[in-house]
């Protein structure tokens, strides 16, 4: 049987995100932000998985966006109207803990290598905090990350309003922060665009290999291995998210991460997975058929979402939205439904009265960046937003038609199929980020077969 060849290029470390990034990034939201308002960020909670052991670690995104912090219970704030503006509250260093669980910053660490103007044990949260809030007539804050923060940070904000009052004050206003830090996320420039590119350069490295990889008999679960070995053998610490490899019909499973079932002869295999590199991921779907070549209903599909995907993709360009961008594939995806037999009508009635959604159940595009449903609006008010340069988005139609499916032709019953890409929106069109990853169907076989 094939081995995996992992004859992609080793990728070197590099120092992408520098102090001088993240003190660009705190620099740019401090002039957001008014002069009489503070922004406060919570480092994620750890996750209990049994009784001695925690889920891996993964900062808050915001926080890491701003400091490059990794570690847990800590606090970043950010008061524009002060000399210090930069404050972290940090755990303190502990010689036993650091034993068993690893090294501290502590507070003078992160003064010294990550530029906080001023940093606190977080033990020491109210003492430091509440004066801060005192100052302040505008908070912002995302609640419902860390419940119990939320309500630590609730009662010193009452506490602050109670003296505020009897100063003649009136009450501190509490703002979610998406307003200005989901916007500077959402359009990549410099090092988020550095970061991301090497994440779907490793991204694409391990769907090759994968593809490569899967034959007859092989269990899904060793193709996941394959595929993840690749992304932490090129730097990734982490995927973006679980790995999706569906064969058969778990492909009709949209999040499907079983991983379990044995490849089968004549069947398709459907990975989603991405890595994520200095904290922004890729996000690549490929469908396949593991050593073989595409036949039948199989190959008709796969040409019906593949089309739906370019013209979505040629849609792509400063001043379109994520709806025209839907509407092209859907477009597409609808004409080839009713060539097939699939659906009967024209494309406006099976638009119109949805019928398309019993194989097409899902949009076509989300936001992509530090998070694989990134952060940042998808309209203003009720209109779509337009397109910017800058901005990173998938493009991941597909058709899904259940076993039991007794409507369509035998042939066509426990096919999922997705194609999915990551698109940089550039000021004269597009760049497909994961273009390394084979879609024609002549160059998927041949190196599947290879």
């Known amino acids: 049987m094939p081995q995996p060849s992992f004859d992609a290029p080793t990728l070197q470390p590099t120092a992408i995100e520098t102090p001088e990034t993240f003190a660009k990034r705190r620099a740019e939201l401090l002039g957001r932000l008014g002069s009489d308002s503070i922004a406060i960020f919570r ?28 570690e847990p219970e800590s606090t970043l704030i950010l008061a524009p109207g002060r000399d210090k503006p930069f404050i972290l509250l940090v755990r303190a260093r502990d010689r036993q803990q650091e034993i068993w669980t690893g090294r501290r910053a502590g507070p003078e660490g992160v003064v010294r290598d990550y530029g906080a103007d001023e940093a606190f044990d977080s033990a020491e949260l109210t003492e ?9 007539d505008l908070v912002y804050f995302a609640r419902g990350r860390d419940r119990d923060f939320d309500r630590q940070l609730l009662e010193l904000l009452d506490q602050s309003s109670r003296r505020r009052y009897r100063n003649g004050r009136p009450p501190t206003t509490l703002a979610h922060p998406a307003e200005h830090l989901d916007e500077m996320r ?3 420039t410099g090092a988020d665009l550095e970061a991301l590119r090497r994440a779907t350069e ?7 290999e ?9 269990n899904e679960l060793e193709v996941q291995a394959v595929l993840e070995y690749t992304f932490r053998r090129l730097g990734s610490p982490r995927n973006g998210y679980p790995s999706i490899v569906a064969s058969g019909d778990n492909a009709t499973i949209l999040h499907y991460i079983e991983n379990r079932a044995r490849l089968a002869e004549g069947e398709l295999l459907l990975i989603d997975a991405g890595a994520e590199w200095g904290y922004f991921t890729g996000d690549v779907t490929r469908t396949f058929p593991p050593g073989g070549r595409f036949q039948g209903a199989g190959a008709d599909l796969y ?11 040629d849609c792509v360009r400063p001043g379109m939205t994520v709806e025209s961008v839907h509407l092209a594939a859907l477009h597409s995806l609808a004409d080839s439904l009713l060539e097939l037999g699939l659906l ?3 494309r406006d009635e099976v638009i119109e009265s949805k019928s398309y959604r019993r194989f097409y159940m899902h949009r076509t595009s989300h936001w992509l960046g530090m998070d694989v449903h990134d952060v940042g609006r998808y309209k203003e008010k009720s209109e779509w937003r337009p397109l910017v340069a800058g901005m990173v988005l998938t493009v991941e139609p597909g058709l899904y038609i259940a076993a039991d499916d007794e409507s369509v032709a035998p042939a066509f019953r426990g096919l999922g199929i997705r194609i999915e890409d990551d698109v940089l ?8 980020l994961t273009a390394g990853a084979p879609r024609e169907r002549a160059e998927v076989e041949a190196l599947t077969a290879g």
């Not at 490793?202 to 090759?208: F, K, L, M, N, S």
């Not at 994968?210 to 008999?217: E, I, N, Q, T």
Request: hydrophobic share 40%.
């Open 43 to 70: 480092s994620a909670p750890e996750t209990i998985r049994n009784s001695d052991v925690h889920h891996a670690y993964r900062q808050c995104s915001d926080v890491y966006y701003l400091a490059g912090f990794e």
């Open 128 to 136: 430091h905090l509440g004066p801060i809030l005192d100052e302040a």
């Open 186 to 188: 959402l359009v990549k």
């Open 202 to 208: 490793i991204t694409v490295a391990g769907h090759r």
């Open 210 to 218: 994968a593809m490569r990889f899967a034959r007859p008999g092989r």
């Open 303 to 313: 040409d019906a979402v593949l089309s739906a995907e370019q013209a979505a993709i």
């Open 344 to 346: 009967e009508g024209t």
């Open 425 to 432: 929106v550039t000021a004269d069109g597009v760049e497909v």
